[in-house]
């Protein structure tokens, strides 16, 4: 699987859009970008997931460049309970069934 | 809504024992992922198996060994545990169909090798 590149973390206050950004440069034409996250004590959550137009649903958006060797991950308006570890992971389209390859995350601390 | 079920939540064993891990998949999901997350650690990918045959292997050892049974349940059978083998485990599932990409993970099992 491509590389993935995150910052180690984040920080932002309650009620505030987050944006994470992930960068993967060496991004293949089949692969799409996930994101997971993973709450404290409990196992990781699908948040999105998308190819080449900016998606949104009822958690969160992502937001696709162009050229495809970046994304960003929008946290319309953070609360307490999105305190987590995020992942950005590339899968290719046909690999459904397939482990996710986790890298390191951004771990997003939210300031009430 | 139903979730992932994993048993036993925590398990205690000693070096050089077996421990069996169970996963119930969510109904009509026929692919199965198995975790590994050691302590301060990202999750590993280990194994994964769809409709009862492997489909995926990552980071397992050869200690480790695991099935898929035709009710869709998975078992992951470790044995010669060592103290390294502490870590969570957690158990993912996919719905029936093979363009669908989202993995439900459970809660996982939490175990300690002393």
């Known amino acids: 699987d491509a590389k993935t590149t995150q910052p180690n973390s984040m920080e932002s206050n309650e009620e505030e859009p987050v944006h994470l950004p992930c960068n993967h440069s060496t991004i293949s034409g089949t692969d799409y970008i996930h994101w997971y996250r993973q709450l404290p004590s409990q196992g990781p959550e699908y948040v999105i997931h998308?190819?080449?137009?900016?998606v949104n649903n009822r958690m969160a958006s992502l937001a696709i460049a162009e050229d495809r060797k970046s994304s960003t991950l929008i946290l319309h308006r953070a609360t307490l309970r999105d305190a987590a570890v995020y992942y950005c992971?590339?899968?290719?389209w046909g690999g459904g069934a397939d482990g996710l390859t986790f890298g390191k995350g951004t771990h997003l601390i939210i300031q009430p | 809504a139903a979730g992932v079920i994993q048993s036993p939540r925590h398990l205690i064993k000693e070096k050089r024992e077996t421990a069996t891990l169970k996963c119930y998949p969510i109904p009509r999901h026929d692919t199965v992922y198995w975790y590994q997350q050691g302590p301060g650690q990202d999750p590993q990918f280990l194994i994964s198996f769809y409709e009862k045959m492997q489909s995926d292997k990552g980071s397992i050892p050869d200690r480790f060994s695991a099935q898929q049974f035709s009710d869709y349940h998975s078992e992951l059978n470790m044995s010669s545990l060592e103290l390294g083998d502490s870590a969570l485990y957690f158990c993912?599932?996919?719905?029936?169909?093979?363009?669908?990409?989202?993995?439900?993970f459970g809660p996982g099992t939490r175990l300690t090798v002393l």
């Open positions: 993912a599932s996919r719905p029936l169909g093979s363009s669908y990409n989202e993995q439900f």
């Open positions: 992971i590339l899968r290719d």
């Open positions: 998308g190819l080449t137009s900016n």
